[in-house]
């Protein structure tokens, strides 16, 4: 069963447009929420580490939040660039697990067009 | 700087070969992943390890052996090669708090 569900899939916006990424997780109890981006063929970069009840986090353009009785999450994209295109992925980690288990969403597919 | 860094970047294996994939981190992080990454799907764990000596089944062990002979390097060993296996491998490392998490560039398999 997927316990990490992201949405939409695949966006595509202009150079300049705002968007917005979902994650919605099932994983239970809940850690840390850490959200990645993935340029394609490359490894996963951090871009932001949400922990407490209803964080919000900001990195230059990037900035999320994290609702976690609702067990939700968004990343917001201001003024997006070229270079955004990537995919983004977020991981939740699972503090019931001795181990800090890493559970994974499939990823949103971000493209950016002039 | 933490880093984990993989080798090979990409190889092409044969059906029935032995491939070695190796991640060394740099990050004194006790907990060691390998992952696969298939097209669509999310990153799925084979092996993982939180000491050195030690190595513990993932989720999609079958077909794969791991190695962690130091606190800074864990392989990952597929001893028969098979088609299904191809695909993207990630090694990450992570401290014991869950403050960090690091991941490699991934290896790119081929099993022709």
């Known amino acids: 069963k997927t316990q990490v569900e992201q949405s939409p899939q695949s966006l595509v916006v202009r150079q300049g447009e705002n968007c917005v990424l979902q994650c919605n997780y099932s994983v239970t109890p809940d850690n840390h929420l850490r959200w990645f981006k993935q340029d394609t063929g490359k490894g996963l970069v951090s871009l932001t580490v949400?922990?407490?009840?209803?964080d919000k986090t900001s990195n230059g353009r990037y900035s999320a939040t994290l609702d976690k009785d609702a067990k939700h999450s968004t990343l917001h994209i201001t003024a997006t660039l070229l270079d955004d295109t990537a995919t983004y992925i977020c991981v939740v980690v699972d503090r019931g697990s001795a181990l800090g288990r890493l559970h994974f969403g499939a990823g949103t597919q971000l493209i950016v067009i002039p | 700087e933490a880093a984990v860094t993989q080798s090979p970047r990409s190889k092409v294996a044969v059906t029935g070969g032995k491939v070695t994939l190796s991640c060394h981190q740099t990050?004194?992080?006790?907990?060691m992943y390998w992952y696969r990454q298939d097209t669509g799907h999310g990153l799925r764990l084979i092996h993982y390890?939180?000491?050195?000596?030690?190595?513990e089944k993932g989720d999609i062990p079958d077909g794969y052996k791991a190695s962690r002979p130091s606190q800074e390097n864990f392989s990952l060993i597929l001893e028969l090669a098979s088609l299904s296996q191809t695909a993207v491998y990630f090694c990450?490392?992570?401290?014991?708090?869950?403050?960090?998490?690091?991941f490699g560039k991934g290896t790119r398999l081929t099993v022709v």
């Open positions: 990050n004194n992080h006790d907990y």
């Open positions: 390890s939180y000491v050195a000596d030690s190595t």
């Open positions: 990450a490392s992570k401290d014991s708090a869950n403050t960090e998490v690091f």
């Open positions: 949400l922990v407490h009840e209803n």
